[in-house]
């Protein structure tokens, strides 16, 4: 089917005005009204807590909730700041720098001889020269030495100075080094013991002809201080659980509101929408999970609005239970919340798979409550999954106790075992422990507070339900054995044959058992009209027309289904009176009526029963039991191999007759059924001994004395 079909026939019933009230958008509606309240529950602490900053005095007392390993991000950042400002500058050689400042100090000589070398300059002429032409700039003395020394001291100035300035630059000479390479150079000129003429000349070239060689890597330089910063580790701090970090009205430190935001209880104004969407987030994966579970294996409870609600309802009730004891101020609080508790009620109103789900689903929840805290999850789900297992096959109200023991003992077993792998104080882990015993209890008792009360308002059948009214001190059970005992001690054998082929097939026992004993319920208006109930020869039929027998026959399904919902029976066991017989033929009274009438016609709509056919495993092995249970008891010699040909023959004539068409049960599981009947009933119907005449002489003496040996032997 194309998708724009699917889209055009959603807008074709709204415009009719059904579409919000069709299933689809009550599921929807239902499931956004579940997704607001559960993240309206696990956010109602971001609107509740004030913003702190320093300087301000504590609204309440803090203590750490947990044990918890935080960076101090102060100490950290100082360390590493230490780290970036030991690392050297980084500067590179300039060669070109080298190379022009030993051009330009050979230049000047060149240009000083030259000077020197004309002649027909005067002395005057020949300073001035200098000065103009020179890169440097000398005293009236240094020129006066520059212009009188010979040319064997010119040349030993300028070996000296160039080994000088050569010397400087090899070292490298920085921006800020600059002056100190100058008073190096002073200090060498001097150690060379010239005279002090042509040594203040020397300084004066040699100190002004240098220049900084070596440039600053700006980039290289950040990055060596980065890599130090990096290779500071952080400063761990350890918060132990339960340390008091500050108390109410001491002034906030930064180091106080460090540790609370490490803690997660630190609350700012600018993340409050951040976290709410988060969380948001977080619930609408685990329902997104959760429906896709349904809609590929559990059909019958996705397609049930009343399911799904009742499914919500458990979250909702499990959630808002976990906030009301996190109030508890001792930090162990996470050790009360009885998970198992909304665990064991889905598995006794649902089914096991989807209590595995559930509990699951709320061990994430649990672990959003109690800050992440992975002692409290653990608990939560090993007692969840301890609760489903202990009540999935529930008999009787009194396992609901036992199931809660046996949670305790799983909390105790978790609470224990993590307290010793983490090697906690004694103390705690024995309170922890002692928690942990409570929460089984608790689960226990809720489980079996909140049953009645939701079998009831969302009209669930449970297995204490049918254990309830399968009771032989029901009213309806105690008119039928005191007003009809022949359909009391019928049903009972019929519950007996129908119990054993449900187990057999893998069906609900117990509901076949209730049915069963119910299924005849009807007959209870007119118990005489029916052969089971007639101890006197007198047949009231015999008197009356095959008609009205047919319909006062019939009439007992209609009846029975009065009578049920009268007494509230389940819904389900009202569904096994209306289809225990199908649209079955009253064959003895429809072949009277067609004797009587002869050539008449006779309609035989009017000798069948309304139905409607059995739609489900149960409702067909009750039915396939009446047949078989009421047939028997006519077989004057029941031998284990006439037993057996009867069921298979009262069988077939039912699937022949299109009576199972509309349950799914196939050829094998008829198979099944019929096998268990034929075992039943041979241990009914088992050989008895004949004693000769004188032996029954002697038993029955025997009896008169009191003597139980010889009904043993029967």
């Known amino acids: 089917m194309s998708p724009l079909f699917g889209l055009q026939k959603n807008w074709q019933q709204a415009a009719r005005g059904g579409f919000f009230s069709s299933f689809p958008f009550r599921r929807w509606l239902l499931a956004a009204l579940v997704f607001f309240v559960i993240t309206g529950i696990l956010a109602m602490d971001f609107y509740k807590v004030e913003e702190l900053k320093v300087g301000m005095p504590s609204p309440a007392d803090y203590r750490a909730p947990r044990t918890v390993d935080y960076i101090d991000e102060e100490k950290t950042e100082e360390l590493r700041e230490t780290a970036a400002r030991l690392v050297e500058p980084v500067y590179d050689p300039d060669l070109a720098v080298n190379n022009e400042v030993l051009a330009e100090l050979g230049q000047a000589f060149v240009t000083i001889r030259e000077i020197r070398s004309q002649l027909d300059l005067a002395e005057g002429e020949k300073r ?17 030495t520059l212009l009188v020394l010979d040319e064997r001291k010119l040349d030993s100035l300028e070996e000296t100075a160039l080994e000088m300035v050569t010397s400087a630059l090899q070292g490298g000479i920085r921006e800020h080094q600059l002056e100190e390479e ?4 002073r200090t060498e000129g001097e150690n060379l013991s010239l005279p002090e003429s042509e040594t203040q000349l020397l300084n004066a070239i040699t100190t002004q002809v240098i220049r900084p060689n070596l440039v600053f890597n700006e980039a290289e330089t950040e990055r060596r201080r980065t890599r130090a910063r990096m290779n500071v580790q952080p400063v761990i701090r350890t918060i132990v659980q339960d340390y008091p970090i500050v108390r109410e009205g001491e002034l906030l430190t930064p180091e106080h509101l460090e540790q609370l935001e490490a803690l997660g209880l630190l609350q700012k104004a600018e993340n409050l929408w951040a976290k709410v969407f988060g969380l948001a987030l977080l619930v609408l994966a685990m329902m997104a999970l959760g429906f896709i579970y349904m809609y590929l294996f559990e059909r019958e409870i996705w397609r049930n609005d009343s399911l799904l609600a009742l499914l919500g309802l458990l979250v909702i009730v499990n959630l808002l239970l976990a906030k009301l004891l996190a109030l508890i101020p001792n930090p162990l609080f996470g050790y009360l919340i009885p998970v198992a508790a909304g665990s064991m009620l889905v598995v006794i ?13 709320m061990a994430v929840l649990v672990g959003l409550i109690v800050g992440g805290e992975l002692g409290y999850v653990l608990v939560a789900l090993v007692g969840g999954l301890v609760g489903t297992f202990s009540v999935s096959r529930l008999h009787q109200r009194s396992q609901l106790t ?13 609470v224990v075992g993590q307290g010793l792998f983490t090697l906690r104080p004694w103390q705690e882990v024995s309170l922890g422990a002692a928690l942990g015993i409570i929460n089984g209890v608790l689960a226990a008792i809720l489980t079996i507070g909140l049953l009645p009360y939701l079998e009831n308002s969302f009209n669930l059948t449970t297995a204490i339900k049918l254990l309830e009214i399968s009771n032989p001190n029901h009213p309806l059970l105690k008119r039928l054995l005191l007003e009809a005992p022949g359909t009391y001690h019928h049903s009972i054998m019929v519950g007996n044959l129908g119990e054993a082929a449900a187990e057999a097939l893998g069906a609900d026992a117990l509901l076949v058992r209730a049915g069963a004993y119910y299924h005849d319920v009807g007959k209870l208006k007119r118990p005489y009209f029916f052969i089971e109930n007639q101890v006197l020869k007198d047949n009231p039929h015999d008197k009356i027309s095959p008609n009205l ?17 009268k007494h509230r029976l389940p819904r389900v066991i009202q569904d096994i009176i209306a289809q225990h017989h199908g649209t079955c033929l009253t064959g003895f009274f429809y072949h009277r009526a067609l004797e009587a009438a002869g050539d008449q016609q ?4 009017d000798y069948r029963y309304p139905g409607p056919k059995p739609q489900t495993r149960e409702a067909a092995i009750v039915m396939l039991a009446d047949t078989v249970e009421a047939a028997v008891r006519s077989l004057t010699s029941p031998t ?15 699937l022949h007759a299109g009576q199972l068409d509309e349950c799914d049960l196939t050829f094998r599981d008829l198979n099944v059924i019929a096998q268990s009947f034929v075992q039943v009933l041979t241990g009914i119907f088992h050989t008895r001994i004949e004693y000769p005449d004188q032996v029954e002489k002697v038993l029955e003496g025997e009896r008169e004395n009191g003597n139980p040996d ?4 029967e």
């Open 128 to 144: 001035e020269r200098l000065k103009q032409e020179l890169p440097f700039v000398l005293s009236e003395s240094d020129l006066d």
């Open 182 to 185: 100058r008073e190096w150079l």
């Open 349 to 361: 109103l649902l089914n096991n798979h989807l209590a595995i789900l559930f509990t699951i689903f």
């Open 402 to 414: 036992r199931a809660g023991l046996v949670v305790a003992g799983a909390n105790l077993v978790t």
């Open 549 to 565: 027998s047919a319909q006062i026959i019939i009439s007992h399904v209609k009846d029975g289904l009065d009578m049920a919902q």
């Open 602 to 605: 006779v309609a035989e709509e």
């Open 640 to 654: 284990p191999n006439r037993l057996e040909g009867m069921v298979h023959k009262l069988i077939k004539e039912r």
């Open 710 to 713: 010889s009904e043993q032997a």
